[in-house]
């Protein structure tokens, strides 16, 4: 039997009715029921299966057999997650992308004094990088640069620095991919490495400058929508699609790239403020994407702000619904935000989120009417 019930080897704390549990085997956050916590602590103790079932019957009321299915299914369940987790970590081929053969799908970048060259295999792989990047497009470098490369193969798309493997994402997971590309940009941006970080979120935030609120929504939901409406009502944008909080400060830093947005969007937003106004930088409809690309200009001295965040709006586009506030419970909230974080490892990363979590409010927000959704969110800079 493996370790893995250890108290060592997990984290926990209680959050509303629920337990939010950190293990360290996965590096991975699970909402448990008190019986499930029950059953976890009394493993980490070293007890039997039998003594554990006939505590848990007692402690619960619950029925013997039932107790006993259900301490067998939390055992199988939680080791499952460990022995698929090492099983990934074997089969992940570390390729070298100078034998693939290359198409000639290369680009130079710089940002500030740093500068990247990036090798795509095909255009896919390109099309989901360069259009959010190519505003820091340059011809050639002046220095010798940091080395990006992704290129696909049977086993998936692999990503490397410096010829160093980085990760590998089967294909129906390519925004994992992106955001792996994301947070080692960020690495180069800031001269950091990935222990420099708490955690990376799937969203966008906006800041008036004291503090940022963050929207998440799945693909397509509308956080980056939202974004620019609160921009268009006097807002900074600090990121979109892409935030990244610090460590051991959980402070949000500005991740500048562009925003990509839908052509019917688009058109709505600019009946509704002319989105001109705005200090975009750059603004053209991408062929590629299929949507409008717009970004600011970038400016060193907004790499040195940073942001606390204390408010998560998860967010839905709805054409038949003007508009649904709630705020949800810390449970309910950390359901919906655990798939879209990831979180830097080790246990006082793990003390450090849940600490963050509990000083959190979570809200979900579904709407198609344009200024209560402004309101709603202005209400929380208040």
């Not at 965040?309 to 919906?336: C, H, I, T």
Request: glycine share 6%.
């Amino acid at each position: 039997m493996r370790k893995i019930f250890n108290q060592a080897n997990f984290r926990a704390r209680r959050v509303g009715k629920e337990y939010v549990v950190w293990f360290s085997a996965t590096n991975q956050f699970v909402l448990l029921q008190s019986t499930g916590y029950f059953i976890l602590k009394s493993f980490a103790k070293g007890m039997s299966m039998k003594r554990v079932t006939d505590d848990l019957a007692g402690r619960f009321g619950i029925n013997k057999r039932l107790a006993a299915i259900s301490v067998k299914t939390f055992k199988r369940s939680k080791l499952q997650l460990v022995l698929e987790a090492e099983e990934k970590m074997d089969i992940i081929t570390k390729s070298d992308y100078s034998k693939i053969g290359l198409e000639n799908l290369k680009h130079f970048y710089r940002i500030f004094h740093q500068e990247i060259s990036f090798f795509y295999q095909n255009e896919l792989l390109r099309h989901a990088i360069h259009p959010l990047i190519q505003q820091w497009e340059v011809a050639e470098p002046v220095n010798l640069p940091v080395e990006f490369a992704l290129f696909s193969d049977e086993a998936g798309v692999t990503f490397q620095k410096n010829k160093q493997f980085v990760g590998q994402w089967g294909h129906p997971h390519l925004d994992q991919m992106k955001g792996s590309v994301f947070f080692e940009l960020l690495n180069v941006l800031y001269n950091k490495g990935s222990d420099d970080w708490l955690m990376t979120m799937h969203a966008a935030a906006v800041t008036l400058g004291n503090k940022a609120v963050c929207f998440s929504a799945h693909a397509g939901g509308g956080k980056t929508t939202l974004s620019t409406l609160m921009q268009l009502a006097g807002y900074q944008l600090v990121s979109d699609d892409f935030v990244a909080f610090g460590y051991p400060d959980p402070l949000i830093h500005t991740f500048p790239v562009a925003m990509s947005i839908k052509q019917g969007a688009w058109q709505m937003l600019e009946r509704t403020a002319p989105v001109g106004s705005l200090s975009f930088q750059e603004r053209y409809f991408s062929q590629e994407k299929g949507t409008f690309v717009y970004h600011e200009p970038l400016h060193q001295a907004s790499l040195q702000r940073l942001y606390p965040s204390s408010d998560v709006v998860f967010v839905k586009y709805d054409k038949d619904v003007p508009f649904r506030w709630k705020q949800l419970s810390r449970a309910n909230g950390l359901r919906e935000l655990l798939p879209q974080v990831w979180l830097s490892p080790g246990p006082d990363k793990a003390e450090k989120f849940m600490e963050w979590v509990s000083k959190t409010r979570f809200y979900a927000l579904t709407y198609h009417d344009n200024e209560r959704a402004i309101e709603a969110i202005q209400r929380l800079f208040t």
